[in-house]
């Protein structure tokens, strides 16, 4: 396989970026050099990322057919990281665009020449099906397979998967997490503070990844109110996450464009159940009040009609959902 062009390599991170609900803008002054320099705005926060990263070939051994790896061309040992965020060292599989992470704290450090990086093919397979994959080595390290919904969830937590991750009962722990299974409790609390939390992050993450992809999938990646796509599109918990009677199950999601997903978060949108997005009327009177209801009349115009729904009616919002979903924001009739 020929090694991707880098601005190919550069474009895809940033789509992977994009995929796993974030957005990215890259800095670096050339798409040839490394490490490739990103800053990344996801959830609120602002990260800066380094990535090491260079495409999948065949390990050339017969003795070993679904070996795979990374030739780190063109850098010097040791590799500098990030002093003021993120590092990681990837590869990246082109023909079914799938990404690798290795150890950075094993492989920083290398003899003169081209080292390389070995993973089993089984690894980005895996990945594929869960998002994210884990293969222990012989040396006892692991390498991560990485779909690239589930790039940034791999990148905010990739020092604590390959300092911990070849743990057998944590490496079991988190295949469990990314396939959204059923984790008891008690084997959580045996772990120490810092494994608990990295399976709790990557749960957290694998469980958001998954109902994205679900959400906007079912939604044809189109806004359920404005029907634009243009890769502009949340998926949105209809009752809050944060509710104990929420779920992240595709009922209970829609697809919306930021400025409605927020209104709608906000309470100054609300689905009812005919399935029409409406204004609620209190939080126009509060905005007139406060001289910010500039706009309204054009963002209502999209308003008072029934949304896109999925095509399939099993995924679309459950009536149980819209109405509790208003009596939790407080929406007029359903208090």
């Not at 093919?121 to 390290?141: C, M, R, V, Y």
Request: hydrophobic share 35%; aromatic share 8%.
């Amino acid at each position: 396989m020929p090694a991707a062009e880098p601005s190919l390599i550069v474009d895809e991170i940033i789509e992977a970026i994009q995929q796993s609900g974030g957005a990215a803008a890259y800095v670096s002054k050339s798409v040839g050099i490394h490490p490739r320099e990103f800053i990344i705005s996801y959830l609120g926060n602002t990260y800066s990322l380094w990535v090491y990263i260079w495409t999948l070939t065949h390990g050339g051994r017969v003795s070993l057919p679904d070996e795979y790896r990374i030739q780190m061309t063109s850098v010097s040992s040791p590799l500098p990281g990030n002093p003021n965020g993120l590092t990681a060292l990837m590869g990246y599989y082109p023909d079914l665009k799938v990404f690798t992470g290795f150890d950075l704290e094993k492989h920083s450090t290398f003899t003169a020449g081209s080292p390389s990086v070995q993973i089993d093919i089984s690894a980005i397979h895996a990945a594929l099906q869960d998002g994210l994959s884990f293969i222990t080595k012989d040396n006892n390290e692991i390498a991560i397979g990485i779909r690239p919904d589930q790039f940034l969830n791999y990148c905010l937590n990739a020092a604590s998967l390959h300092l911990y991750g070849a743990e057998t009962n944590l490496t079991e722990m988190l295949t469990k997490a990314v396939k959204l299974q059923d984790i008891p409790q008690q084997d959580i609390s045996n772990l120490t503070a810092n494994r608990q939390r990295i399976v709790e992050n990557i749960k957290r993450y694998s469980r958001d990844a998954n109902f994205r992809k679900l959400v906007l999938n079912a939604y044809d990646n189109r806004c359920a109110v404005t029907r634009i796509q243009l890769r502009l599109v949340d998926a949105a918990h209809i009752l809050p996450v944060s509710s104990d009677d929420s779920s992240d199950h595709v009922t209970n999601g829609m697809a919306l464009s930021p400025t409605f997903h927020r209104a709608y978060d906000n309470g100054l949108i609300y689905l009812d159940e005919t399935y029409a997005m409406r204004l609620n009327e209190e939080k126009t009177k509060e905005l007139k009040v406060n001289n910010l209801d500039g706009g309204i009349k054009q963002f209502s115009s999209f308003l008072d009609k029934k949304i896109h729904l999925p095509f399939d009616t099993n995924q679309r919002p459950r009536v149980e959902y819209i109405r509790m979903a208003n009596k939790y924001r407080r929406i007029p009739r359903y208090v």
